[in-house]
């Protein structure tokens, strides 16, 4: 007899963080003449904000995902960094990729470094909402 699966409420919903993941990766590696004009934006670049944004989620969604897995302790007890790491690691492959493929698009320090403060924001305000709420 195979063991019972987790119950709901433990279950890692691990789909929710590899779905955005390859969102991002479809946006990101799109070729450029397929993709809508960017409209402009005085203070702050609409690229800016969307690559902060998207990384946001991503860090949010693999946050809670992986407080709720039971697999690997370790991963619950130090996950901010290790998703830290990971989130940054992801961003930098991006736009390493943008640099090296034939698809019209420009891989830039900038879009990485917003990719960064976007996931530390996530991770921040994940690990600040799970402590209050706690």
Known sequence: ????????????YLALPVAWAVFIL???LTP????????RW?????D????AGVFWMLAVLSYF????????????RHCVWV??????????????LQTTMAVGRHGEWTDGLSDA??????????????????
């Open 1 to 12: 007899m195979s063991p019972a699966p987790p119950t709901p409420r433990r279950r890692a």
């Open 26 to 28: 479809v946006l990101t």
């Open 32 to 39: 450029a003449n397929q993709m809508p004009p960017q409209p």
């Open 42 to 46: 005085q203070l702050l670049s609409f």
């Open 48 to 51: 800016t904000a969307a690559h």
């Open 65 to 76: 995902s992986a407080r709720r897995q039971l697999t690997w302790p370790w991963l619950q």
């Open 83 to 96: 998703l830290l790491v990971a989130g940054v690691a992801f961003g930098l492959l991006i736009e390493l």
């Open 117 to 134: 403060i976007g996931m530390g924001l996530g991770l921040l305000m994940a690990w600040g909402v799970r402590h209050k709420f706690s």
